[in-house]
């Protein structure tokens, strides 16, 4: 083989290691992507999962203690009762901390709540139990919201 035959499989060799490498670069990026994809959409699935599991305890619970779950007007603030909607609204707060943002999960949410507003008004519920931004939540639902003392 001739000089200049040497230096053409050089230059090309040369030439073929570099595409070689900004195609492995290119690859290296795209899994990388996929693959962070893949991760988020299995995080929200999990947050979803884990938010079903939720509800479904709480429904659960509905279906042990009907009285509790439906509370008749005017009904009176005992400790069974209170003792279930602090359950009801520890689902809320759960749900409203994982799956809050989404549009179906917002009705859920709101209603437990709703279910629960006379509770919410009558001065037992103990607003330091809960995190400050689901009681901030509640003061935008409940326009009547009364916290109970953390002593009580």
């Given at each position: 083989?001739?000089s200049?035959?040497q230096?053409?499989?050089?230059v090309?060799?040369?030439?073929?290691r570099?595409?070689?490498?900004?195609?492995?670069?290119l690859?290296a990026?795209?899994?990388?992507?996929?693959?962070?994809?893949?991760?988020?959409?299995?995080?929200?699935?999990?947050?979803?999962?884990?938010?079903?599991?939720t509800?479904q305890?709480?429904?659960?619970?509905?279906?042990?203690?009907?009285?509790?779950?439906?509370?008749?007007?005017?009904?009176?603030?005992?400790?069974?009762?209170?003792?279930?909607?602090?359950?009801?609204?520890?689902?809320?707060?759960?749900?409203q901390?994982?799956?809050?943002?989404?549009?179906?999960?917002?009705?859920?949410?709101?209603?437990?709540?709703?279910?629960?507003?006379?509770?919410?008004?009558?001065?037992?519920?103990?607003?330091d139990?809960?995190?400050?931004?689901?009681?901030?939540?509640l003061?935008?639902r409940?326009?009547?919201?009364?916290?109970?003392?953390?002593g009580?």
């Amino acid at each position: 083989m001739d000089s200049a035959a040497q230096q053409a499989l050089v230059v090309w060799s040369g030439i073929a290691r570099d595409v070689v490498t900004v195609l492995s670069l290119l690859f290296a990026v795209w899994s990388y992507r996929r693959n962070a994809r893949a991760q988020i959409l299995n995080s929200e699935a999990q947050l979803q999962l884990s938010a079903l599991n939720t509800l479904q305890h709480y429904l659960d619970l509905a279906v042990a203690h009907p009285d509790l779950a439906s509370p008749t007007a005017g009904r009176a603030i005992d400790a069974r009762y209170a003792w279930f909607a602090a359950q009801a609204l520890s689902t809320a707060q759960t749900l409203q901390a994982l799956v809050g943002r989404h549009p179906n999960w917002q009705r859920s949410i709101e209603a437990i709540v709703r279910q629960h507003r006379p509770y919410l008004e009558s001065g037992a519920f103990v607003c330091d139990d809960f995190s400050p931004e689901f009681v901030g939540y509640l003061r935008n639902r409940v326009a009547d919201l009364k916290c109970a003392d953390a002593g009580e």
